[in-house]
Nanobody, 123 residues
Framework: QLQACGGGLVQAGACLRLSCTASDRTVSGYTTAWFRQAPGKEREFVAFIRWMGGNTGYADSVKGRFTISRDYAKNTMYLQMNSLKPEDTAAYYC??????????????????WGQGTQVTVSS
């Protein structure tokens, strides 16, 4: 199971850090990622990290503002979000799957999902 937390209501320009903890070793050897879904929109890719090796990838809309990382000892993935914009407002979901890097931006390749945490950015 994946447990996501860290969302909240902030003003534009602020920062937040999301975390996603696996209750077991589900993510060991997996690719883990963050996706988001705004009301009335489809779920979209935000960032991924390969648990082994640490390769990362970002959506163009967050590149340079968001940083994904993981902590082996805590079995936890993080998403540091800086310079938040109103268009970042969405429910953020963490996911894990045995996907290769070339398909890591596609949500259908992920088997395990967290419950979502809401991020709201006011202008």
């Amino acid at each position: 199971q994946l447990q996501a937390c860290g969302g909240g209501l902030v003003q534009a320009g602020a920062c937040l850090r999301l975390s996603c903890t696996a209750s077991d070793r589900t993510v060991s050897g997996y690719t883990t990622a963050w996706f988001r879904q705004a009301p009335g929109k489809e779920r979209e890719f935000v960032a991924f990290i390969r648990w082994m090796g640490g390769n990362t990838g970002y959506a163009d809309s967050v590149k340079g503002r968001f940083t994904i990382s993981r902590d082996y000892a805590k079995n936890t993935m993080y998403l540091q979000m800086n310079s938040l914009k109103p268009e970042d407002t969405a429910a953020y979901y963490c996911a894990a799957g045995r996907t290769i890097q070339s398909t890591a931006r596609n949500d259908r390749y992920y088997d395990y999902w967290g419950q979502g945490t809401q991020v709201t950015v006011s202008s």
